[in-house]
């Protein structure tokens, strides 16, 4: 159950990548759903980012007592629901993606309240929660932003 909690709360090891693993899963993210994740229906893209969320808590949980860190950089996937939070119902072209990519890693490093508070939450619930914030507001400003600007 230790090994499975450590390959999913890496993103399948995108978590190892020495250089920015968040940003690379994040964009992992944005290339899963420009060419698959797109295709689905509004409710199942949904249910797969609150089926990612919490198992992603219970494995982040798991993976972060193993290695003895509150909230360590190795588990991206919190940067996975976050992102696919902020894609939720995104068009598809790249300038889309691109402005979703970067304003949940904006949302995501800054961190405006309340999302500090989110880390405080125990375990894994904590390493999710200010994602998935940072997923929320990085999607209301890209909807604003489509809404304004008539898509991209």
Do not use: C, N
């Not at 990548?17 to 949904?46: D, T």
């Not at 198992?55 to 993976?63: C, D, V």
Request: charged letters at 15%; a positive charge; glycine letters at 12%.
């Amino acid at each position: 159950m230790k090994l499975a909690a450590r390959i999913y709360s890496t993103f399948f090891g995108f978590g190892f990548i020495p250089l920015a693993p968040g940003s690379a899963a994040s964009l992992a993210v944005v290339a899963l759903y420009k060419f698959f994740l797109i295709k689905l229906s509004w409710p199942l893209f949904l249910g797969i980012i609150v089926l990612v969320g919490l198992t992603g808590a219970l494995a982040a949980s798991s993976y972060s007592r193993e290695l003895g860190h509150k909230d360590p950089r190795r588990i991206v996937i919190d940067e996975v629901a976050g992102q696919g939070l902020t894609l939720f119902l995104a068009p598809g072209s790249w300038a889309a993606m691109a402005a979703g990519f970067v304003l949940f890693r904006l949302f995501d490093v800054v961190k405006p309240f309340p999302l500090r508070r989110l880390e405080k939450l125990p375990t894994g619930w904590g390493i999710l929660a200010d994602d998935l914030g940072a997923g929320v507001y990085a999607w209301v400003v890209l909807r604003i932003f489509l809404l304004v600007r008539g898509g991209l």
